[in-house]
């Protein structure tokens, strides 16, 4: 069974045929009107959301297809404290196919566990948000026909910013890509990104300041600072407002810029930007309704598979994050990768500290 936690979850050549689809569908999108017709989408939005739900909702609608689901949990089972484990048996008894947005690290690589029917990330917590990157690289691919040779600036939230981590992922597949990381040194990549772009030979550069850069970039992508992800609120004000975006900014950069935000915006980006032929990221928006139509179609190809209800693995231990999915579904078992840094959670993909590793280890597992 396919899932989507993250674009590498698709070879290159699928993600070609995939985007060949989204042109098709954007270009003759009543051609499609019908072809889901008697599916059901499967829609569990755990946090807040307003594009990533309503453009997979429009996005099976327009394939004549029909959505179930929530967008508030406090009107589901899991108020009732209902595990992540039976929503997914549950759910995918009823819908064709599953999309969810949690709160916690990992929750859909969790979910595809159990699932029956394919799952799609559509954001876990400040981790991944694949379909995020589907809608960006559609963008950046039909109005600039490639990512190669860009110099790529993403500025604001690179920590919490789960839209940032998964472009940069896919990102590795291009050539010669430079990055300049634009954050406060509080917000900038978590580790293991870091070590990803080192390990794939990706040119990048950590800085500070927007204004030096931007005359040099050929994709701008501003983000949210991430308010409901810091630990403490007198944290996220003291950093709030760091970044904007001006018309006047604009000035110096080059004509054919693209700048991208995958919204809400909050302040980081002014008003006065968005009639800006450069500013893109309204189009970003829509171009994402179309590629999420083109994944709900490819992913339904492949029907439905039973799985087993219980999985093995350890599951008297935890990931060392407090965000990962493990530390409040206690009965997943606990699943690691080995890099040269440490042991690497599978769900949520911190390096996991030594003596969880170590303790990891002496339990022959
Ligand atoms: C993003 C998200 O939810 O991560 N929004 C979206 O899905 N378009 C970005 C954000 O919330 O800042």
Redesign the pocket.
């Known amino acids: 069974m396919r899932h989507i936690n993250d674009l590498s979850d698709l070879t290159m050549e699928e993600f070609r045929e995939l985007y060949k689809l989204t042109s098709n569908i954007i270009d003759r999108p009543e051609g499609y009107a019908d072809a889901c017709r008697g599916k059901v989408l499967g829609s569990l939005f755990y946090e807040p ?1 307003t ?2 739900n309503l453009s997979f909702s429009t996005a099976m609608m327009r394939l004549g297809g029909s959505v179930v689901g929530f967008n508030n949990p406090s009107s589901s089972s899991a108020a009732k404290g209902e595990s992540l484990k039976d929503t997914i048996c549950m759910v995918s008894n009823y819908a064709d196919l599953i999309v969810m947005r949690n709160p916690n690290e990992g929750a859909a690589k969790a979910a595809s566990m159990f699932s029956e029917v394919p799952v799609i990330n559509a ?1 876990d917590g400040g981790h991944l ?1 694949p379909t ?1 990157t589907l809608a960006d690289m559609t963008t950046i691919l039909r109005l600039r026909g490639s990512a190669d040779n860009m110099k790529i600036g993403i500025c604001g939230d690179l920590k919490y ?3 940032v981590h998964s472009l940069i992922h896919f990102l590795a597949n291009y050539e010669n890509v430079q990055f300049y990381l634009i954050s406060p040194r509080e917000l900038a990549i978590p580790e293991y990104l870091r070590q990803f772009m080192k390990s794939h030979k990706m040119k990048f550069f950590e800085i500070a300041g927007l204004e030096p850069v931007l005359p040099m970039l050929d994709v701008l992508y501003m ?2 600072i ?1 308010r409901e992800r810091f630990p403490s609120i007198e944290e996220y004000y003291s950093l709030k407002g760091i970044y904007c975006l001006t018309a006047a900014k604009l000035r110096n950069a080059k004509k054919d810029l693209l700048v991208m935000h ?3 915006r909050v302040d980081e980006i002014a008003q006065d930007v968005d009639d800006d032929p450069r500013a893109v990221y309204f189009d970003q928006a829509r171009y994402g309704m179309y590629a999420r139509m083109a994944l709900i179609l490819t992913l339904l190809r492949q029907g439905r598979q039973r799985m087993p209800k219980s999985v093995k693995g350890l599951k008297n231990m935890r990931c060392t994050n407090p965000k990962c999915i493990t530390r409040s579904e206690t009965y997943l078992p606990i699943r690691t990768h080995h890099t040269e840094q440490g042991e690497r959670c599978l769900y949520c993909d911190q390096i996991v500290a030594p003596h969880f590793a170590r303790r990891f280890d002496d339990m022959g597992y």
Do not use: N, V
Request: aromatic fraction near 0%; glycine fraction near 14%; hydrophobic fraction near 5%.
């Open positions: 959301s594009r990533t954001g948000h995020q910013g789960r839209t983000t949210r991430q995958p919204l809400p």
